[in-house]
C-alpha cells in the first residue's frame, strides 16, 4: 500500500522530515523521529487496507539493527584510537633504548660488544651460531648448547681466533640447533638502539626507527634491554 510504505511529502513535512531545501540544515532521522513517522503512516493508512503488526515490527526490527550497529561501530572506533594512542606512549618511551628484533645482521663496534639471541619454539639440543663478515667468511662460532623453548641469548666481544680482535662493522648471524632430533636453521633477533617512533596512518599502527637496521613494528618487538 502507497500510503504505508511510501508515506505523502506532505505527511513527511508536517513531521519536518522531508528533504532539505538548498541552504536549510540537514536533518537526521532519529529513533523518535522514526516512532513519529509510523505513527502518522497509521493514521493516515487506508482503512481497507491497515497496516500489520508484522511490518511494524519488522521495520521496527530493522531501524533498531541500523542504530545499534551503528553505536557498535563507534564504539570499536573510540576503542581502536584509544589502543593505539596507549602503544604511541609505550612506544615513545623506548626511544634510546635497545630492542631485540627479528633479524640477522648486527653491528659490531669497539668497546661494544655485540649483543644477539636465537628465538627457540622448542627445546633446542646442540645449539650453534655462527658469525661471518661482509664477504661471507666465517670468522667465529658459538656453542650455546643445549637450550628450552624461549629466546636464548648471547653476546660477542669481537675476540677472533689467535687474540686478534675483529674489526667494526655489520656482521651477519646464523644459529643451528638439533629440533626433535632434526637439524634446523633457528630464528635469530638481533639488537638495536630505538632512534624515534612514528604513528602509521589508516590503522598501520606504531613503527620504531632503529639505528641500524631500518625500522620495525612495535609488535615485533621481543624484548626491551
Not at 500500500?1 to 532521522?29: D, F, I, R
Not at 638502539?193 to 606504531?206: D, E, F, M, N, P
Request: charge should be neutral; aromatic fraction near 4%.
Amino acid at each position: 500500500m502507497e500510503s504505508v510504505n511510501k508515506p505523502n511529502m506532505q505527511v513527511l513535512e508536517n513531521l519536518g522530515l522531508a528533504k532539505t531545501k538548498p541552504g536549510m540544515k540537514e536533518q537526521k532521522l532519529g529513533q523518535e523521529d522514526f516512532i513519529k513517522l509510523m505513527t502518522t503512516q497509521m493514521n493516515h493508512q487506508d482503512p481497507m487496507k491497515p497496516m500489520e503488526n508484522g511490518d511494524f515490527l519488522s521495520d521496527m526490527a530493522q531501524f533498531s539493527t541500523v542504530s545499534g550497529l551503528k553505536e557498535i561501530k563507534e564504539s570499536f572506533n573510540s576503542l581502536a584510537n584509544a589502543l593505539q594512542s596507549s602503544q604511541a606512549l609505550q612506544a615513545s618511551s623506548m626511544v634510546g633504548r635497545q630492542v631485540l628484533v627479528p633479524g640477522a645482521v648486527s653491528t659490531f663496534a669497539e668497546g661494544a660488544p655485540m649483543k644477539a639471541a636465537v628465538e627457540l619454539e622448542k627445546n633446542v639440543s646442540d645449539l650453534k651460531v655462527s658469525i661471518m663478515n661482509d664477504k661471507g667468511a666465517l670468522v667465529k662460532e658459538i656453542n650455546l648448547g643445549n637450550k628450552p623453548a624461549g629466546v636464548a641469548h648471547f653476546s660477542w666481544d669481537g675476540m677472533l681466533a689467535g687474540n686478534k680482535k675483529a674489526m667494526s662493522g655489520n656482521y651477519t648471524i646464523q644459529a643451528v640447533g638439533s629440533v626433535d632430533g632434526e637439524q634446523q636453521s633457528l630464528k635469530t633477533l638481533i639488537s638495536d638502539k630505538v632512534q624515534s617512533v612514528s604513528l602509521g596512518q589508516g590503522g598501520q599502527g606504531v613503527t620504531l626507527s632503529l639505528a641500524n637496521a631500518g625500522s620495525a613494528g612495535l609488535a615485533d618487538v621481543k624484548e626491551i634491554l
